[in-house]
Structure formats: structure tokens, C-alpha cells
């Protein structure tokens, strides 16, 4: 006797075409926390923890012009935040801006940024790490 024939499962994240939660299962989660920072910015634009999350996930979204915009906005708001302005020169090494990613490193250095080992291995300076000055100043702060 032959079984009958049962339906087959539909997938979890099968939803109506055009159905709200089809759309939101459809998003990463990257592309969710750059909608829902930006609307968070856009009621309080001096919310520090939220600034320094939005600069990054502008920065892995490839869109670091954009990135360095909230990174200068950080500085702006926590002036005398190590991180932020170590952060603001990541940006701006990856934008190949030598210049004012030697300077913002300084200032950074100069507020207290102290993770020297992480700075010789952080990617994102690659642009700066073989700059004399890049050496000189790790070498001038490294032991204090």
C-alpha cells in the first residue's frame, strides 16, 4: 500500500512577496543598524556610543567618506575622547589622507591612546605605518 504523498515544508523564511517581515528578513543586520542609528542621529546628533557604531558600519559598508563624516562629528562632541580621535585617523589613513591621519593619531597619543601593539597591527593605518612619523611617534610614546 503506497503512502500518501505529503506536503512538503515550506522554509521558515518563506513569506508573502512584498510582506513587511519578508522585507526585514531579507536585511542584514548591518543594513538595519545603519537605518535605525541614522533615524536615532537624526532625533539626538550628539549621541556619542551611537556616532562611534555608525561611523563603523559606514566604514564596513564601504562608505567612508561618509564614515569620516560622523568620525569628525565624534571628535566635535568628545573632544578629548583618545578613541575617538584614534578612530578619526583610522578613517582617514584608509581614505590615504597621510597627512590628517598623522595628525589625528597624534592628538589621540597626546589624549592617551595607548594600545601601541594594537596600532602596529590595526589594517585600517596601513597607509601610515612605514611613515617615519608614524615610528617616531609610537617610539616617543611607547614607554610612558
Known sequence: MPHPKRPSPTPANSFPPGSILGLLAERTQLDFELEFFGKVLSSVPDFADVLRAQACNLTMKGRLQDGLAVDRQLVTVRPHDPTAHYNLACRYALLKQREK????????VELGYRDFEFMREDHDLDSIRKDPRFRKLVKEYEGQ
Open 101 to 108: 591621519a598623522l595628525t589625528a593619531l597624534r592628538q589621540a
